[in-house]
């Protein structure tokens, strides 16, 4: 494997860092620019751990492409490395992959592949600057897709649309077309139009080039696809019909003289659209073109006062996820910080807005699905994993010299909740320990009350298998197996303590504190709850909201 690293020398003796001459700062603008940062959204099972795959495949960071479908003659993928992950095919973490491509530094964040793990993914939206939507051929735009497009929408973000699975039957292009331009509003703009009908993907008529990038399979998609490429002249007297059929339906949406407008596309009006198999490594170049030539670069990014801090200023940036039992052998856990402004230096000491604490980046490290390189620097648009830096938390924001507090990444209403009890009573150490650092990386919400006692705390979660992960952590990273029981819970809302006294007697409610200070509100339904505002209108009972600042 060989991953990007900066190879800029490290100041050994640096406490903080020194003010920007114009030579750095002029530095910084321009590994800024260099910069392509993004996230690749869809619905479970329509290939994103497989596209991350065959991205850095084609970038030549690794050898061999693998699957989440558990074929023998393919390993692993490099981004699924929970065993979870690699027993049932799907990501349930997020990974940050960072490779160069075209002289462009790639920073590519996996997100989970499970709409129970929809947190991880809108955290891991807060730290991109652009979004590849990743839609299944044959099922089009699905719910988990529209959910991931509304924030991306929220937090005006360009987005890139990738067709994928065109190797298998699927539906029409333009009836896919449609479908985008009515349920995103995005009007597409077509960079490349597959040549054959879903399930006989020959290859892709590219918009820009007007060249036919013919495809033949290679090693079942473990390696990168054998290209030919061809004149328009070419392709019709090789492929026959399938070329004029293509390119007579790609004609009514497709604008040859100019195929993509930019500033559409920045404005989050307009969708470049691709067409791809990323388990055959098919079309997967044209959409790495498309992220070098057309993705945003890393820019000034807004302050919670809605100011922009230049690329060019001081270090900052901010923690957006937090992972433990990465390294097995050591148990430590990794802060993931989105570099926004200046240049990272390991060993440079900066400051935690949230306490105003200092403390020195002994142990940054680039991290590639599991494996990790130390790395001495990085720019605007990276991801750094800080190791052991057990004080941070997602939604730090970290600084040197001039202060700066980036947006918090709001918690999720959740949905589903169960009480957890230590099987084991002489491992209430291990299991407390395991709870609370299963809470530090946002795997789970904690609640608690003075009722229940921290022996037995609420866990909340959006999705149900969130508890599952839980439970194989505390066992084989805690050695804290744990018991849980469901409760009849189903909704929650913001409240105040003093709702605890006005509920405790109402049935199918309680009232429990969120390990952020919030208090919620538990009810069974809709109905429960309505009930209680019917009864008690002046009782705060705020929705928790999703939308991302």
């Keep these: 494997m060989s991953c990007l690293k900066n190879s800029l020398p490290l100041e050994s003796s640096l406490v903080s860092s020194p003010a920007q001459s114009p030579a750095r700062a002029t530095e910084i603008t321009g590994q800024a620019e260099r910069r392509r940062t993004f996230a690749v959204i869809s619905h479970p099972d329509a290939g994103k751990s497989t596209l991350t795959e065959a991205l850095a495949l084609h970038a030549k960071v690794i050898g061999t492409a693998g699957a989440t479908n558990g074929k023998s003659n393919r390993r692993d993928t490099v981004s699924d490395w929970q065993q979870m992950e690699k027993d049932r095919g799907i990501s349930i973490s997020s990974a940050a992959l960072q490779f160069s491509y075209r002289d462009t530094v790639i ?50 973000l360009p987005i890139i649309t990738v067709i994928n699975k065109w190797d298998r039957p699927g539906l029409d292009p333009l009836e896919l077309m449609d479908e985008i331009t009515e349920r995103t509003g995005l009007t597409p703009m077509p960079l490349t139009w597959a040549i054959g009908i879903a399930g006989d993907f020959r290859g892709v008529w590219d918009v820009r080039r007007n060249e036919f990038a013919k495809f033949a399979r290679n090693s079942s998609g473990a390696h990168i696809a054998l290209t030919e490429y061809l004149t328009p002249e070419q392709a019709a007297a090789s492929e026959g019909d399938a070329w004029t059929d293509s390119t007579d339906e790609a004609s009514l949406v497709v604008d040859e003289a100019n195929p993509l407008d930019l500033d559409a596309f920045y404005a989050g009006k307009a969708t470049p659209l691709l067409f791809s198999s990323a388990a055959l490594n098919f079309g997967v170049k044209q959409i790495l073109d498309t ?131 230590s099987k084991d009573p002489s491992k209430y150490k291990q299991f407390r320990r395991g709870i609370e650092q299963l809470e530090h990386e946002g795997v789970i919400q904690v609640l608690r009350s003075d009722l229940r006692g921290d022996q037995a705390p609420v866990l909340a979660a959006v999705g149900p298998m969130q508890f599952e992960v839980v439970e194989d952590r505390m066992h084989h990273d805690f050695n804290a197996p744990m018991r849980l029981e469901r409760l009849p819970y189903s909704l929650a809302r913001l409240t105040t303590p003093e709702a605890t006294a006005t509920l405790a007697n109402i049935h199918g409610a309680e009232v429990l504190e969120r390990s952020d200070g919030e208090f919620l509100a538990l009810f069974n339904d809709i109905w429960a709850m309505r009930r209680v505002e019917k009864n008690h209108p002046d009782l705060p009972l705020t929705e928790i909201g999703t939308s991302m600042q």
Excluded at 136 to 154: H, P
Aim: hydrophobic share 45%.
């Design 107 to 156: 920073n590519l964040l996996d997100t989970p592949g499970h709409a129970d793990f929809s947190e991880d993914t809108y955290r891991v939206l807060a730290a991109v600057d652009c979004a590849v939507m990743l839609i299944d051929a044959g099922k089009g735009l699905e719910t988990q897709t529209m959910k991931l497009f509304e924030v991306c929408r929220q937090r005006n």
């Design 291 to 421: 992220l070098v030539d057309f993705a945003p670069p890393a820019s000034p990014r807004a302050d919670v006062t809605g100011t922009a801090r230049a690329v060019e200023a001081p270090f900052s940036g901010f923690v957006f996820k937090v992972q433990a039992g990465m390294n097995q052998a050591h148990r430590d856990h990794v802060a993931f910080v989105r570099v926004c402004s200046g240049m990272f230096e390991r060993g440079m000491v900066v400051t935690q807005s949230r306490t105003g604490k200092s403390f020195a980046t002994k142990y940054a490290q680039q991290v590639f699905g599991r494996d990790r390189e130390v790395i001495d620097t990085a720019f605007p648009g990276d991801v750094v994993g800080l190791v052991n830096a057990s004080a941070l938390r997602v939604g730090d924001s970290l600084f040197v010299e001039e202060p700066v507090e980036y947006p918090a990444i709001p918690l999720f209403a959740p949905e589903h909740f169960q009480v957890a009890r």
